[in-house]
């Protein structure tokens, strides 16, 4: 699918003549170009510019072909009153048509480009309400042309199991408009589906008017373009209280599993099966607030949920049953060579070979654990990059270890009688620090402060090291299999199965 603007001139009204979703055929011989068409192919998007003292975006038109006639034709999805102004859209694209509408009769443009524009004109047709569009059009949007099967899917699993990974590569395809949010312990039903809020019109008065929340705007969007599909991802959805923050449009998330008539119409596969009544709702995604608002079946809602997060929010039966939960898997089977074969620091262990061996340790203290299972790291749980060693933090000539190094410099630091050359040793080893450091802050930590919070001896050297400071301090600070004397004999033998006791 390739996306266009379409270059008009103000005095032709040609298009406004058509009605909505009505087939037009299209012959225009303008700018010196006498067949323009045979740039586009069916299943383009076009949009309608006109230029002139209007300078406003007022059609969009799906490209098909009449095989009969060997032709193509534009359908018309949309026509404006008013039309989104050029000044409403980035710098960017204002230049890239003020520089070709003169001699240009088709700009191509990115499929963000075109997601740009259709922002623009939704905007412009929320801010006038009904009066900028044209009421016939919103009544009459085929449902039987819609993508169908919208679904609501969940995905859960331990952290860094590759949740948004498997979105992106499985479930988003090249033409899906994806919009994304996170909840959070703060987020409201006010948030998620909109509130009505202080503004002021055009005479300076106070208004209230209600201002869409992202679920009611994506609703919108999905709705006014039935041929693309919308994915409507929530990350951490567990992180907030769910049910509330749906409300009462918890109910739409039920689905029809077949084409089904209600109300007349027959709806497509993945359409709410229940409307619900909400006029503020249904006056900014319909125009009309007696309209019953239903999640569109080329909407799907997809969720994340890490299933060891502690103090979040349980998502009861009613509500999981309503989607199609997909758990995860923790594997290293299909996880790209250089993170699974990556080397943690200068230990000579590898990122797989540590995974593997600290979740059999979790998942066999399940009498000691809680959830045990749960607390697995995560395959993705950290980069390769972060993994990687700065060797510029090994110890310099003379000193045994870097911390003895980094703290004769702090002291001439301190005592301000520290060389230029000193100093600028100093910044080498605080930035290769600060990257070595990173393995610990982010898995270590955890390990300590989750995973083996109740049961810490099951992991660590508790002997020597009881706090979290002493743990990442002794990792940071030494090199090569050192740094793994964190943990406890046991442990460490069965990292370095071939080292001599």
Request: aromatic fraction near 10%.
């Amino acid at each position: 699918m390739s996306y266009f603007i379409l270059i008009l001139e103000e005095k032709i009204k040609s298009f406004s003549l058509v009605g909505h979703g009505e087939k037009c055929a299209v012959s225009l011989m303008l700018k010196g170009n006498s067949e323009p068409l045979k740039s586009l192919s069916e299943g383009d998007k076009v949009i309608g510019y006109v230029a002139g003292a209007a300078r406003t975006f007022c059609y969009l038109f799906d490209v098909g072909y009449d095989q009969s006639s060997s032709r193509h034709y534009f359908e018309k999805i949309l026509e404006t009153k008013t039309g989104a102004g050029l000044r409403t859209v980035s710098s960017k694209l204002q230049k890239l048509i003020n520089e070709s509408e003169q001699t240009e009769l088709f700009i191509k443009i990115t499929g963000e480009q075109y997601r740009e524009i259709m922002s623009a004109m939704m905007d412009m047709i929320s801010s006038w309400g009904n009066s900028a569009i044209e009421k016939s059009e919103e009544c009459e949007i085929d449902e039987s042309r819609r993508v169908s099967n919208g679904r609501n899917i969940l995905l859960y699993g331990v952290p860094g199991s590759g949740k948004s990974w498997t979105i992106e590569h499985e479930y988003c395809h090249q033409d899906s408009i994806v919009e994304r949010l996170v909840f959070h312990p703060d987020y409201t039903n006010a948030d998620f589906i909109g509130q009505i809020m202080p503004g002021v019109d055009a005479d300076g008065q106070i208004i209230y008017e209600f201002t869409p929340g992202p679920f009611t705007s994506v609703i919108r969007d999905a709705y006014r373009h039935p041929m693309c599909e919308y994915i409507f991802i929530i990350e951490e959805i567990n992180r907030g209280n769910a049910p509330a923050i749906f409300g009462e449009v918890f109910q739409l998330l039920d689905r029809t599993m077949e084409p089904k008539n209600m109300e007349g119409i027959i709806f497509p596969a993945g359409t709410s099966e229940y409307g619900i009544t909400h006029k503020y709702m249904a006056q900014k995604i319909y125009g009309d607030p007696a309209h019953k608002v239903r999640i569109p079946s080329n909407l799907s809602i997809i969720g994340t949920m890490n299933t060891s997060d502690q103090n979040v929010f349980t998502l009861d039966t009613a509500f999981q049953r309503r989607w199609r939960m997909r758990m995860i898997e923790n594997s290293f089977e299909n996880v790209r060579a250089s993170l699974a074969d990556a080397l943690i620091l200068d230990t000579g262990v590898t990122w797989r070979a540590f995974c593997e061996k600290v979740n059999s340790i979790i998942v066999g203290n399940k009498a000691k654990m809680s959830s045990a299972e749960d607390k697995r790291i995560g395959v993705y749980f950290i980069h390769e990059n972060d993994l990687a060693f700065d060797e510029r933090a090994l110890p310099a000539e003379g000193y045994k270890t870097l911390l003895d190094e980094y703290n004769d410099l702090l002291r001439d630091e301190a005592a301000r009688k520290i060389t230029e050359e000193k100093k600028q040793r100093l910044a080498v080893i605080r930035e290769a620090v600060m990257h070595n450091r990173m393995f610990s802050e982010k898995v270590i930590k955890y390990l300590w402060d989750d995973a083996f919070k109740f049961y810490p001896e099951a992991l660590f050297n508790t002997d020597s090291m009881d706090s979290l400071e002493k743990i990442i301090r002794t990792f940071v600070y030494s090199k090569g299999r050192e740094r793994f004397k964190i943990f406890n004999p046991a442990v460490y033998a069965s990292l370095y199965p071939n080292a001599e006791a």
